[in-house]
């Protein structure tokens, strides 16, 4: 069983910022690619970003890009996402995925998940 687990997240206002932080287990995020998705209460689950493990490819969801950027730290097998000039539109359960090697931005192609940690933005 492969548990990724996020942190990060809160009660902010419109214009904040954030970080939130997912760890994994060494054997999943070597070889691994790394993936942010969102999901608000009743909507469904959306992408946001996503890095590749073998060359570090970023894709944004288009209403995040210029506002969030996707990191990772193979040292300490942690995956971040800096989130910026946050709106209330951003505020959702924001869930860590990971998959083999190449990103995607479809949820059903990540085999792994975490519980998701809760970002709430006021305006």
């Known amino acids: 069983q492969v548990q990724l687990v996020e942190s990060g997240g809160g009660l902010v206002q419109a214009g904040d910022s954030l970080r939130l932080s997912c760890a994994a287990p060494?054997?999943?995020?070597?070889?691994?690619?790394m993936a942010w998705f969102r999901q608000a209460p009743g909507k469904e689950r959306d992408f946001v970003a996503a890095?590749?493990?073998?060359?570090?490819?970023?894709n944004y969801a288009d209403s995040v890009k210029g506002r969030f950027t996707i990191s990772r730290d193979n040292a300490k097998n942690t995956v971040y996402l800096q989130m910026n000039s946050l709106k209330p539109e951003d505020t959702a359960v924001y869930y860590c995925?990971?998959?083999?090697?190449?990103?995607?931005?479809?949820?059903?192609?990540?085999?792994?998940w975490g519980r998701g940690t809760q970002v709430t933005v006021s305006s």
């Open positions: 995925a990971a998959r083999s090697i190449t990103s995607s931005i479809r949820s059903y192609e990540y085999p792994y």
């Open positions: 060494a054997r999943v995020f070597i070889n691994y690619a």
């Open positions: 890095i590749s493990w073998i060359d570090g490819v970023r």
